[in-house]
């Protein structure tokens, strides 16, 4: 299957400090991306709908202004999490959308695990 | 969004199929059915997928009956390996494919 790259594979940082996320299909275009947010023993929420070229759609009481996303080319998304607080540290998880093969279109990245401290 | 339903957690040992039945009355005519693998802390891996009948793959066979208001994943001769959490999914594949994750089944599969 096509595969998704994410970039830290974790994060410390301060209070107060931002953190760039990356997320990248490293053998096809995706032009729709997602990320999604899990916290311990939880399942997954999504957060946003990254499209290339446009803005990115976000969930129900997703801040957009804390959780920047950017897509700039059909490989590549960012989530850029703002002025970073403890009640931000989760595990983050982006996917990106296939439209190469019949089955599996939906593939994930391996995650993100940011600290704020 | 199909809402899904699946049992919170299953045990099971070394060499049984395990399988985990999801529920999704609320289908729609063009969802598809999917089911993801997921490790503590690692983004969740693709099983197996399909609309009816019956899917087989390496790893996994899916089983939906002819009205899809439910599905069933089943997994040959599990191993230690095998522990993690299921994600049954369903959603639309011809359009944005924005998918919706449900609490999940943690399989564990002991010695």
């Known amino acids: 299957g096509a595969v998704v790259s994410q970039h830290p594979s974790w994060v410390i940082c301060k209070s107060g400090t931002s953190v760039k996320i990356e997320c990248r299909s490293l053998?096809?275009?995706?032009?729709?991306m997602f990320w999604y947010r899990q916290f311990p023993k939880q399942s997954l929420m999504l957060m946003a709908t990254?499209?290339?070229?446009?803005?990115?759609?976000?969930e129900q009481g997703v801040e957009k202004d804390k959780f920047l996303i950017n897509h700039a080319s059909l490989t590549l998304s960012t989530l850029t999490v703002t002025s970073a607080h403890p009640e931000d540290s989760s595990f983050y998880i982006c996917?990106?959308?296939?439209?190469?093969?019949?089955?599996?279109?939906?593939?994930f990245g391996s995650g993100t695990q940011l600290s704020v401290l | 969004l199909a809402k899904t339903t699946q049992p919170i957690s299953m045990d099971s040992y070394e060499g049984q199929e395990v399988n985990i039945t999801c529920s999704h009355n609320?289908?729609?005519?063009?969802?598809?059915i999917t089911w993801y693998q997921q490790f503590p802390s690692q983004g969740p891996r693709f099983i197996i997928q399909g609309y009816k009948t019956k899917v087989t793959n390496e790893v996994a066979s899916l089983f939906i009956p002819a009205d899809r208001k439910s599905s069933t994943l089943s997994l040959p001769r599990v191993s230690l390996s095998d522990t993690a959490v299921y994600y049954c999914?369903?959603?639309?594949?011809?359009?944005?494919?924005?998918?919706?994750f449900g609490a999940g089944t943690t399989v564990t599969v002991r010695a």
């Open positions: 996917s990106a959308r296939a439209e190469l093969q019949v089955n599996e279109k939906l593939f």
């Open positions: 609320n289908i729609a005519t063009n969802d598809y």
């Open positions: 053998d096809f275009q995706a032009t729709t």
């Open positions: 990254s499209n290339e070229g446009s803005k990115a759609t976000y």
């Open positions: 999914l369903v959603g639309d594949l011809t359009n944005d494919y924005k998918l919706s």
